[in-house]
């Protein structure tokens, strides 16, 4: 009887050391995960686990969203005012400079597809110098804010003048962009053109419960606190944003270097893909952020 | 009791636990340990720092006990607003949440939709990293100071007036969120592109569903959980007025927000316990589950429909009486696929083969303490009667029903079902057994009387209490040690079992799921060749036919080591 | 699922529609619509991330499932703003007036 179990247990140790299963897939691709069956799987695997991240994304911008749709609700006019000190040029080059670069983000994951590594590179390489531009405008548009005191924490100064103008012509703007030309002139301004006050919608009334529409002559001209409010839900939405950037900008530098050394091919550029998947979605949260923070209530 | 004891069992042993490769043995080492992307040491390595966090946030459970045991309080009134948020915190954020999915989930889900592994072992294993992460941000701000908010945190108190660790506390639990959410992909993507040849969806068992349903809370909830504490971190750092109403904010909207997450996190901690419950009453019924499609369902309605009831935490907050109207209604809607899930289970427990083993007693006692802690919840949701309970001992003992009755009881259960399947070693019975009745009786002392503290008007979170009610607060601290030595022994005997248990067998439970048709411990890749499904889930068939697939031993010889204790239906 | 290699010419249609969609953002808000200027301003907005998502995200060539999640991902925004905004709006309406 002991002679029998050992003898099984031998044989059993014997047939560990055997090869494990033997592969289903015949050609087996350097980049595909061991615990994947074919790289079809893996690809999918991948886009479906970078959709739900960006659901997760959805989410997360969705409270700031919340914030700011009850807020905007309760004190319209505070960020009427808060808007318009907005510069809207800025505001309108840097949208089309993200949509500049979503569009050669979509190249380079179209090169990366055709397998033509040296474009892939270029167009990745396009998308962070975009990318770093839209961020230097955010840059210029901060310390524009900072230098008027309109940033919500510490000394907030309300009423302001009315936003920097832009640059005048190109010229002026490369010098703006590459900071050989003051981007904050006070001088010009500092008089402060009366800051305008809609009254068109009253102030939000139901907070604590007031009901109805406040008559218009209690109504704050220069509703400094509201405005604030509307302040900090632009630095905490405008900063979540370009924060995505930062991390998108640095994901793609690690692309482009694995791209220029030939590391994806017509088989494998999952990852060119998904983080063209990730900047997309950064493009589609500035065109609502574009369109919530600096087009309200603009019209005369 | 069957007597179909046809191998001897030492052979059975030797067959199936000899120095046989398994994912325990495949490499020593800490290094082999903490560098490893096995779903299944994860899986461990989870089980040890979210017990060591459990007995942590236990101890604290005790020591409110304590403080309760006299009217006037034994500890000052704010070293008490401590305790209470630490048990709140630890139980919440590094207990609940992670214990079932990030444990057993992550151990058996590849392993039930027979996958190798989960779709981004990395990403798992970098989960567990920011998971410990976490459980130092908040043990640093529990031990160095403290907070004293309660774990819900809510403004304007944690933003301009507690003068503890807020922000860290705040960043702690912001990133046990990433965590959590890294979890929720790997399982989502799993399930979806992962799964064996044959493996439909209607063959999935039904932990697997709930865990799926849980995935899909912990997306869409936990990053309104993460900006919710960033705001509230930005607003305590520059006083800019985002939940203030002096400076215009809403506090009520730092509520609206919290509750987004926190009413779903009920079903993140909840749902994964049910899935281990409808396995556990299926496989020791040996009977298929009644009314597959309908639990199925059931989660993912308990899922979606979670989403919708938050406002019944502001019914005395000065949220519109409309709105809560709505959610009072909508909060009634929700029992009904929790009680769709309960009826299946009775019924499924009718006319079965009942073996009453400690998984069975766990799945028994989740039924009953779920079922008065669901009830008490439409109290609770009734907009009338919880303007008189809100933010009383009524409302503790309900959640501690659904919490530690529901999730603690299934997760035990689980652990208990799996326990072979994941050590290869057998639990001792007669103490489980034992251990699972003292912590049934414990438990109901310790929060039955809390129901009628809360119904005669104690207040959640004081300090002291008017000298009538000490009389209930004594019956609930003697509750609670009886609980905690049921726990201990748990604890103790699962211990001593990793050296000195039983060997376990592949399949003890003669059940039919893929997770039973391959090694206790399983090898690490899950099975010895891709399994191609074929039976529909539960599909009890006679035990010689649920081999082990592809197991390189003796083809011919029946699989299934008998041992008397866990016989086959006659 | 084979991947779909979107041609470069629907790439530079696309990116030309954005940048028109932009234009007419801006001008628009300059117009007084009165209450209707957030709900142009949202629509074009939306228009502009229909084409993101379509295009340069491939999901009008992606299965079924994607474009579900994709909706779930909105309709859940939609939810916590709709449910918390019903509060928001509807707060005052009981109250008592002198
Ligand atoms: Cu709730």
Redesign the pocket.
């Known amino acids: 009887m002991a002679i029998l179990v050992t003898a099984r247990t031998m044989a059993l140790i014997e047939s560990e050391t055997a090869p494990e299963r033997v592969e289903m897939h015949a050609e087996h691709h350097p980049q595909l995960a061991h615990h994947f069956e074919s790289m079809e799987q893996q690809r999918e695997a991948g886009t479906l686990g970078m959709w739900w991240f960006l659901l997760t994304e959805i989410m997360f911008f969705g409270g700031m969203f919340l914030a700011y749709t009850v807020y905007r609700h309760m004190y319209f006019s505070a960020f009427a005012e808060g808007s318009n000190v907005l510069s809207i040029w800025w505001g309108t080059f840097n949208t089309a400079v993200l949509i500049g670069s979503s569009l050669t983000m979509a190249l380079a994951v179209f090169h990366a597809q055709t397998g033509n590594a040296k474009k892939t590179t270029l167009f990745l390489l396009l998308t962070i110098f975009l990318g770093l531009v839209f961020l230097r405008v955010k840059y210029i548009e901060y310390s524009d804010k900072f230098a008027e005191h309109v940033f919500p924490a510490g000394a907030f100064e309300w009423p302001t003048h009315e936003a920097p103008a832009g640059p005048h012509n190109v010229g002026d703007l490369l010098l703006m962009l590459t900071g050989f030309e003051a981007t904050h002139e006070p001088s010009v301004t500092q008089q402060g053109l009366p800051v305008k006050v809609t009254t068109n919608h009253a102030e939000a009334g139901p907070y604590y419960g007031v009901a109805g529409p406040i008559p218009e002559e209690i109504e704050n001209p220069s509703n400094a606190g509201h405005v604030r409010m509307f302040f900090w839900l632009y630095f905490a939405m405008t900063g979540f944003h370009a924060l995505h950037m930062i991390i998108g900008i640095g994901i793609l530098l690690v692309l482009a270097v694995q791209a220029w050394k030939k590391k994806f091919s017509r088989e494998y550029h999952s990852y060119v893909e998904l983080t063209g998947l990730y900047w997309h979605f950064v493009d589609i949260v500035w065109i609502f952020l574009f369109a919530l923070l600096y087009l309200v209530d603009r019209h005369p | 009791m069957s007597s179909a004891t046809a191998i001897p069992s030492e052979i059975a042993d030797v067959q199936w636990n000899g120095e046989r490769l398994n994912y325990l043995n495949n490499g020593h080492g800490l290094k082999s340990w903490l560098l490893t992307k096995d779903h299944k040491r994860i899986a461990i390595l989870y089980l040890i720092s979210v017990s060591a966090f459990f007995i942590l946030g236990g101890i604290f459970a005790l020591l409110i006990r304590i403080n309760l045991l006299v009217p006037q309080g034994e500890f000052p009134a704010d070293t008490y607003d401590r305790l209470f948020t630490a048990h709140g915190v630890i139980m919440v954020f590094l207990f609940l949440v992670p214990a079932v999915p990030a444990i057993l989930g992550n151990f058996l889900i590849p392993i039930m939709i027979g996958a190798k592994d989960l779709a981004f072992p990395k990403i798992n294993l970098l989960s567990w990293y920011i998971y410990m992460l976490a459980g130092v941000i908040l043990l640093y701000a529990i031990f160095a100071g403290g907070i004293d908010t309660g774990w819900t945190f809510y403004t304007p108190y944690s933003t301009s007036y507690s003068n503890s660790n807020v922000l860290l506390a705040g960043l702690g639990i912001f990133v046990a969120g990433f965590s959590s959410i890294l979890t929720g992909i790997n399982f989502i993507v799993t399930i979806h592109t992962m799964r064996a040849p044959g493996m439909t969806w209607f063959r999935l068992p039904l932990f697997v569903w709930a865990h799926y349903a849980t995935a899909l809370v912990i997306m869409l909830a936990t990053p309104v959980l993460a900006i919710t504490v960033s705001l509230m971190a930005i607003e305590r750092v520059t006083h800019v007025g985002i939940f203030d109403p002096a400076m215009g904010g809403d506090p009520v909207l730092f509520q609206h927000m919290f509750?987004f997450y926190?009413?779903p996190a009920?079903y993140i901690m909840v749902l994964p316990a049910m899935g281990i419950v409808s396995e556990l009453i299926a496989n020791l019924s040996h009977k298929n589950i009644f009314g597959y499609k309908f639990i199925a369902m059931s989660s993912l309605a308990i899922g979606i429909f979670g989403f919708l009831?938050?406002g019944?935490?502001l019914f005395v907050s000065t949220q519109s009486v409309y709105l809560g109207l709505a959610f009072s209604f909508l909060?009634y809607v929700v029992a009904i696929p929790s009680a769709i899930k309960v009826f299946n289970w009775t019924a499924t427990l009718f006319k079965g083969s009942i073996s009453y083993d400690t998984p069975m007693l766990y799945g028994l006692g989740f039924i009953g303490l779920f079922l008065i802690g669901g009830m008490t919840?439409l109290f609770l949701a009734a907009l009338g009667l919880d303007v008189q309970v809100h933010d009383t001992y009524f409302v503790i003992a309900h959640f501690h029903y659904v919490m530690v009755g529901g999730s603690l009881m299934g997760f035990l259960g689980g652990l208990h079902l799996w326990w072979g399947k994941m050590t290869g070693r057998e639990y001792p019975e007669y103490w489980a057994r034992a251990a699972m009745i003292i912590q049934f009786v414990g438990f109901n002392l310790t929060f039955f009387p809390q129901f009628i503290l809360g119904y005669l008007g104690m207040p959640r979170r004081y300090a002291s209490y008017p000298p009538e009610f000490q009389v209930l607060h004594v019956l609930s601290t003697a509750g609670a040690s009886i609980l905690g030595i049921g726990l201990g022994i748990t604890i103790f005997y699962l211990l001593w079992s990793l050296k000195r248990g039983k060997r376990a067998a592949a399949n003890p439970w003669g059940a039919p799921g893929l997770e039973w048709r391959t090694t206790s411990p399983p090898p690490t890749e899950n099975f010895y060749e891709t399994p191609v499904v074929t039976w529909e889930a539960y599909e009890f068939a006679p035990i010689e036919t649920m081999e082990v697939l592809g197991y390189p031993g003796d083809p011919g010889r029946p699989t299934q080591p008998v041992h008397a204790e866990h016989g086959t239906e006659d | 699922m084979s991947e779909h290699i979107v041609s470069k010419k629907t790439y530079y249609t696309v990116f030309l529609a954005l940048l028109a969609g932009t234009a007419l953002t801006v001008v628009m808000a300059f117009v007084n619509l009165h209450n209707w200027n957030i709900v142009v301003a949202l629509l074009i907005a939306g228009a502009k991330a229909s084409l993101v998502i379509a295009f340069f995200m491939h999901v009008k060539y992606s299965s079924k499932l994607t474009k579900m999640w994709v909706a779930v991902g909105f309709i859940w925004l939609f939810l916590l703003l709709a449910i918390t905004m019903t509060d928001f709006l509807t707060r005052a309406w009981l109250v008592y007036k002198p």
């Open positions: 509750w926190s009413h009920v009831v938050w019944h935490h909060s919840g």
